[in-house]
């Protein structure tokens, strides 16, 4: 099992940036995909961002594409999701995920461990 801690989220104005970071502990960090989900108010939990067990692969959500990047230190166990370019509809509370497959995946079922949620608010 591994427990999740995300860090780093907060209120900030358009066009701004956020650096997200998210502990692991627990068990062998490079077991897991590593993953970042969002859930606006009202909304569904929706898919941010994925980076493979050793980092070489990652996959954005269409809405994210060019402005998130994530990224990974296994000698750290730690994930982290540098949000540039931000916008109001970025505002949500932000979740760290893992699960054990291979292959990284985007939809939340497949994620075996969630850490808490850090909420980032983007003033327009």
């Known amino acids: 099992q591994v427990q999740l801690v995300e860090s780093g989220g907060g209120l900030v104005q358009a066009g701004g940036s956020l650096r997200l970071s998210c502990a692991a502990s627990?068990?062998?960090?490079?077991?897991?995909?590593m993953g970042w989900f969002r859930q606006a108010p009202g909304k569904e939990r929706e898919f941010v961002a994925v980076?493979?067990?050793?980092?070489?692969?990652?996959l954005y959500a269409d809405s994210v594409k060019g402005r998130f990047t994530i990224s990974r230190d296994n000698a750290k166990n730690t994930v982290h999701l540098q949000m540039n370019t931000l916008k109001p509809e970025d505002t949500a509370a932000y979740y760290c995920?893992?699960?054990?497959?291979?292959?990284?995946?985007?939809?939340?079922?497949?994620?075996?461990?969630w850490g808490q949620g850090t909420q980032v608010t983007v003033s327009s």
């Open positions: 995920a893992a699960h054990h497959s291979v292959v990284p995946r985007t939809t939340a079922p497949d994620y075996d461990y």
């Open positions: 980076i493979s067990r050793s980092g070489d692969s990652t």
């Open positions: 627990g068990h062998t960090f490079n077991w897991y995909t």
